[in-house]
């Protein structure tokens, strides 16, 4: 029973699409993130909620939406999709914002831009 | 700005002996710091935590080290196993909930 699953796993899209990636959490979290792996491998955070309400917003271009429906929830939305788009995105939740013990993530969606 | 780095993109043991992993961090603020373990194709999960009150903290095979002064942490695996052979990454929560990463360590363990 997966217990933050985001979809789809692998997205192949064209330049100027617009796109969307689910997550999904089942943990009862109050918290949930978008991160970003880049080609060199770091993972950035992106955008955090906390029981729907946008807490973190990196430097983000404005192309990226994300929204939540419910606590249960973030998906994240792109418009206008650009080639320096591709990247691992991950999404992950953990329990409160302060303290922290661990967060969860989802297996991640491979986004190539073509 | 990378404040938190982990020097060593890759590291190769042999099965059983001991991975030493490297995390430095710049911010004297962190507190709290973690451990996250990446299979391909799969998302970071939590290995191991330790509090900056603690200078060190074990959980089975896995005990990390901390040295405030040098701003330097460090994870042990002894014995190491090829089951091991992932990504590290280390990782420490900024005072505005946001969790600052690593780079990550590509571990290989030979059997």
């Known amino acids: 029973d997966t217990a933050v699953s985001q979809t789809p796993k692998y997205l192949v899209t064209q330049m100027g699409n617009d796109k969307s990636i689910k997550c999904e959490q089942n943990l009862g979290h109050d918290t949930m993130y978008w991160y970003k792996q880049d080609s060199k491998k770091f993972l950035k955070i992106m955008f955090s909620y906390n029981n729907k309400e946008l807490i973190i917003n990196e430097t983000v271009p404005n192309r990226f939406s994300p929204k939540s429906p419910d606590k249960a929830h973030l998906n994240l939305h792109i418009n206008s999709l650009e080639l320096g788009d591709s990247a691992v995105y991950f999404c992950?939740?953990?329990?409160?914002?302060?303290?922290?013990?661990?967060?969860?993530f989802g297996q991640g969606t491979r986004l190539t831009v073509v | 700005d990378q404040q938190v780095k982990q020097n060593s993109p890759s590291l190769s043991v042999q099965e059983g002996r001991i991975s030493i992993l490297n995390c430095d961090y710049t911010n004297s603020m962190f507190d709290y710091f973690l451990w996250y373990k990446k299979y391909p194709a799969e998302g970071p999960t939590f290995l191991i935590s330790i509090s900056s009150i603690k200078d060190k903290n074990e959980d089975g095979r896995f005990t990390v080290f901390l040295n405030k002064s040098a701003k330097h942490l460090s994870l042990h695996i002894v014995p190491s196993q090829p089951g091991d052979s992932a990504v590290y990454f280390c990782?420490?929560?900024?005072?505005?909930?946001?969790?600052?990463f690593g780079q990550g360590t590509t571990l290989q363990v030979k059997p």
């Open positions: 992950a939740s953990s329990q409160g914002t302060g303290e922290w013990t661990e967060a969860f």
């Open positions: 990782a420490a929560p900024s005072n505005t909930g946001k969790l600052i």
